[in-house]
């Protein structure tokens, strides 16, 4: 089998392959931008999907799609299972996300992203029969010292003493909804202070994980699938995540018990969730937000600003890139 890092050869960097996966997401976030704030969140993740699928069909590796377009999306593409990729090339297992925050993205609301994320094949853990997941997100500084076993109020004065800050300066990242609202009492009680996003998942635990971001931690439950992804990303970064999933009812419970999951509240540690640190994660923002500028269309050309992770080097880089608009819309 060909891993993710077997071409590091100078003739041969896997850089090559993150480059073809930034294509895929400036391709699917171009494709939303007749979309964003129109109000057809629908619309928008189709275009995406398609733009993101013709695409993926081009790149040389042999891709097994674990995370796709799932129930939730009545995607007939990019779906769980499906290959992609020209069959050549090393053999990997591929999440994606066309637009990680379609209502964001017809609302016209910031940190809407088009998201790849990249391991050795066997690597990714298949949650996608449990819809959610708790998760705890921090920089490097939480490695060891925060444990989401713990009240959130320990958390956060453990990570506070780690940074060597006041607990009244850190920032936790939360989705909003109902079933935060006391985990939201509990960090304010604390004396820290919180970011509430309408969605974005994926977006908040990276920005938690990064040294120069404004949140130190993102706690809460969202989708079980972008905490794989997150996990990839996290993997270069060097900061710490763990989950736990969060079965919705009995049914979903055994499903996930049928599928090999744990669903007894035990943690799941980045390890579990992404083996080793063979990872590329790539995204491109829709929307404008903490971790990239959104598209943005100003007459004959379109603008676009990515990101790139590797875990294999533990680098992030951004590429900025400039679109003819003829070529695209």
């Known amino acids: 089998m ?30 939303s931008v007749p979309f964003i704030g129109r109000g057809q969140k629908e619309m928008a993740d189709g275009a995406a999907v398609d733009a993101m699928r013709a695409f993926l ?5 042999d891709g097994v799609i674990v995370i796709g377009e799932g129930e939730k999306d009545n995607a007939p593409m990019l779906f769980n299972g499906e290959h992609v990729g020209t069959g050549r090339g090393p053999q990997c297992d591929i999440a994606v996300d066309p637009i990680d925050g379609t209502s964001l993205t017809a609302a016209g609301r910031n940190n809407a992203l088009s998201v790849i994320a990249v391991a050795d094949q066997g690597a990714m853990l298949d949650a996608s029969s449990v819809f959610y997941m708790d998760k705890l997100v921090t920089g490097p ?3 060891g010292v925060v444990d989401i076993r713990l009240p959130i109020g320990e958390n956060i004065r453990l990570l506070a003493k780690a940074l060597g800050k006041p607990v009244d300066e850190i920032v936790v990242s939360v989705l909003h909804r109902p079933r935060h609202d006391q985990l939201i009492e509990e960090i ?10 309408s969605d974005g998942d994926v977006a908040g635990g990276i920005n938690a994980a990064r040294h120069n971001a404004r949140t130190d931690m993102c706690v809460g439950i969202g989708g079980s699938p972008e905490g794989i992804v997150t996990a990839c990303a996290i993997k270069a ?6 989950g736990r999933l969060a079965p919705r009812n009995d049914e979903e419970k055994q499903r996930g018990i049928d599928a090999g999951l744990k669903v007894d509240g035990t943690v799941y ?7 080793g640190k ?3 994660f790539v995204a491109t923002g829709v929307t404008d937000g903490q971790l990239v500028a959104g598209v943005r ?6 603008y676009t600003e990515s990101v790139v992770l590797r875990g294999a080097s533990g680098t992030l880089r951004r590429i900025s890139s400039e679109h003819l608009t003829s070529k695209w819309l």
């Open 278 to 280: 063979n990872t590329i």
């Open 297 to 302: 269309r100003e007459g004959e050309h379109i």
């Open 269 to 275: 540690e980045a390890e579990d969730l992404v083996k």
């Open 237 to 242: 970064l060097g900061g710490h995540i763990q």
């Open 141 to 143: 500084a939480g490695v």
């Open 188 to 197: 304010r009680e604390a004396g820290a202070g919180t970011r509430l996003m």
């Open 2 to 31: 060909v891993s993710l890092t077997a071409d590091m050869s100078p003739l041969h960097p896997d850089r090559n392959l993150a480059l073809e996966l930034v294509r895929a997401t400036e391709a699917a976030a171009i494709r």
């Open 57 to 61: 069909t081009t790149v040389n590796f």
